[in-house]
T-cell receptor
Framework: AQKVTQAQTEISVVEKEDVTLDCVYETRDTTYYLFWYKQPPSGELVFLIR??????QNEISGRYSWNFQKSTSSFNFTITASQVVDSAVYFC??????????FGEGTQLTVNP | DGGITQSPKYLFRKEGQNVTLSCEQNLNHDAMYWYRQDPGQGLRLIYY???????QKGDIAEGYSVSREKKESFPLTVTSAQKNPTAFYLC???FGQGVFEKLFFGSGTQLSVL
């Protein structure tokens, strides 16, 4: 069975602070894919990143960075110098076996001016 | 512009009534999905379809029905058997069937019970 845990239900920061969203996953498959999606107040989930289980390189895209560690089954997401527009619900998801994704429960990030 | 269109944005259901949520995509995607989102519970899969005229139950299919008569369309009917239908419903699609393919989402339908 696949499982994704996002232990942080809500995070509130002040603009320009760095913030890290945690994601821990469970799977017995050796080949799997991890995703992060952003859900702004408009409701539509937007794809941010995909990582496969064979690629543990960290990735940086502008103010966003992702840290994938197989040893701890974690795929954490850091926003540097947060902005009010980063306020959203962020979902981590796991794809392993079959064609379904397993989503975490999401983390509501609020960035205050 | 290519994308997924969900309608209506807000929907109200009376007791004992069936309602249908529309989902249309012009991305030429093979696979389509319906998710239910409740506060604090993330996304749960209701039904999915990998090809026209075929669909499978997800984790919470009871009280819901779907059809896939056209590649572009995957409507979801919330039947009167669904006793707690109030939720945000998201439709998604992707090009292939593999789990490595990213999902594209619609903007959702908020269903409430009168």
């Amino acid at each position: 069975a696949q499982k994704v845990t996002q232990a942080q239900t809500e995070i509130s920061v002040v603009e320009k602070e760095d913030v890290t969203l945690d994601c821990v996953y469970e799977t017995r498959d050796t080949t799997y894919y991890l995703f992060w999606y952003k859900q702004p107040p408009s409701g539509e989930l937007v794809f941010l990143i995909r990582r496969n289980s064979f690629d543990e390189q960290n990735e940086i895209s502008g103010r966003y960075s992702w840290n994938f560690q197989k040893s701890t089954s974690s795929f954490n997401f850091t926003i540097t110098a947060s902005q009010v527009v980063d306020s959203a619900v962020y979902f981590c998801a796991l794809g392993a076996g079959g064609s379904r994704l397993t989503f975490g429960e999401g983390t509501q990030l609020t960035v205050n001016p | 512009d290519g994308g997924i269109t969900q309608s209506p944005k807000y929907l109200f259901r009376k007791e004992g009534q069936n309602v249908t949520l529309s989902c249309e995509q012009n991305l030429n995607h093979d696979a389509m999905y319906w998710y239910r989102q409740d506060p604090g519970q993330g996304l749960r899969l209701i039904y999915y379809s990998q090809i026209v005229n075929d669909f499978q139950k997800g984790d919470i299919a009871e009280g819901y029905s779907v059809s896939r008569e056209k590649k572009e369309s995957f409507p979801l009917t919330v039947t009167s058997a669904q006793k707690n239908p109030t939720a945000f419903y998201l439709c998604a699609s992707r090009f292939g069937q593999g789990v490595f393919e990213k999902l594209f989402f619609g903007s959702g339908t908020q269903l409430s019970v009168l």
